[in-house]
């Protein structure tokens, strides 16, 4: 419970709704007790008629002093008029009644279920702004269905607390402080009879309410084994394919649709036990409270009226769907003090980036050093990069290659902050990067990443995707930059084509000139390249690193490649092996010292020429 505790600020900053929900719970519970006694009086009423002795006997118990004064008074009305307008005027009422209830039932659902879903949209903007902050290392060590679940089921777990389960408590409590005041006012013996089997009724259903609960988590879990199964089988349908694997995906898939199948078969068992179960407490109250009402009555009529025993049976009819909502608030709040826990562990994890107190500007295009840095990844202990120093000129253009493994992912990873770095320091016109606005450096350096990510959307937003506002002209230029653009144009539908499942699916080489050219239309003052022109043939490449030229004047250049050209001169190549670096200097220099640089420049000649 103390986990559901941090949700009481949002009931304060709803406070006014809350209040007034609680409100109209009242008063509609108010409307609606009043029509038992209602009833109770008309019942009374005929009996007065057919039977002139019994009434004669009761003397005035027919306008009994412990209804409410609100049904007091219209008694004393009706009192004074014909049996026939007393009948209609009965039946006019109990449905003005039912009508007024009604409305403030509406209004209090009007307002509490509105606050729950207030509260759930407040909650998924926490958490996803929480996301955000979070540093790689996070996303790396958490899976994305993980994730998922978390913003998405826990927060609905957790409203359901905030919304139903505050609601029905309340609603029970009002109903049974009413009915149990005007039923002990009438009669106490007949309370205690009445009343007797809803505990157990209560207590069966918090019980059915566990089990079903655990069930239900179990069949989540095979749902969701049933969905990444599902899911995997259609993304890599190709390789499922190639590999004449059908079978046994089809195989796998079966196996755990039959497991769900049996749970669920067997969570709907135990749910059917339900609403007999309270079938069945509504007919053995019922009957004992007309049982004893009765008993009593004959005994001696001036006890209490037989309209009463009516009275009575319709407080039970009141009462049973509220006591039967115990079971299932105490088993939801459980599930969401569970989930609020979750989310409450989430939101304290704190980014292993640590933001600045007074974050620093400096100019970007000026040097830069990485001044003897060692980086371990966290989760895996493997040291990428290892006592690594790096001056890098205003307006440098750098190339950075080396084996795979051997390192240079991370040094882009590490100039954009994604990491801190162990030991020594990365420095920004003298300013630590720890120092600096992190949002300030990261949308000043354009960065495309080796692993392409385009979102499900059109090329146009993908290309503009770190702008605020793009014009279609910049997005033509960036596109032509990376030599992309003739390819989208022979799109039917140009720049305004869907990329992903539901449009067209782009080549490797296509995907890395898009992610290029959203790097492009950025205005910055670095940019980085991951060797973002793997997936393209040597001709291409050298036709996007000839329009860059012009674009990167006055800019610093990072490119990480796995090959050498001649097209673009290079202030200084760095040669990276086991996060150290074995040979640097100009393509002229390199070549001369014969290592493993003119070696590689040596192979792709060959490889050149060999075509
Ligand atoms: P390169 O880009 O030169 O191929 P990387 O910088 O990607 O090399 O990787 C350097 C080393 O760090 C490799 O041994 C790799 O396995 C490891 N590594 C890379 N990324 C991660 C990561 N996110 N978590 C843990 N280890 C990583
Ligand atoms: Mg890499």
New binding site residues.
Partial sequence: MKYLSSLNHFFWKYRLRLLLGIIFIVLSNYFRILSPQLTGYVVNTIVQKVDVAIAAKAGNSFRPKEYDFFVYKIITVLDSKSFGERFFWSAMLLIILAVISGVFMFLMRQTIIVMSRLIEYDQKNQIFTHYQQLD?NFY?THSTGDLMNRISEDVSRVRMYVGPAIMYFINLATVLGFSIFFMLKASPRLTIVALSPLPILAITIYLVNTIIHKKSQHIQALLSDLTTNAQESYSGIRVIKSFVQEKAMLGFFTQNSEAYKKNALSLAKTEAIYFPSMALMIGISTLITIMVGAIDVLKDPTHHSVGTIAEFVMYIQLLIFPVSAIGWTASMTQRAAASQKRINEFLQTPSCILLPGNPLQPALNKKIILENIDFT?P??G?N?IKNFYLEINPGAKIAII??????????AQLLLRMYDVDKGVILYDGVPITQIDLTYLRSNISYVP?DVFLFSETIEKNIAFGLVKAPTTAVKKAAEQANVATEIESFPYGYKTMIGERGVTLSGGQKQRISIARALIKNPSIVIF??CLSAVDARTEKTVLNNLNLYLENKTAII?THRIFSLLDFDNIIV?DD?KIVEQGKHATLIKEKGYYAEMYNRQQQQEQSL
């Fill in positions: 790689t790396k990844y989760h895996t493997i990428a080396g084996k795979t493994g051997s390192g240079k992912s991370t040094i080796q991951d060797d990480i990276l996060g």
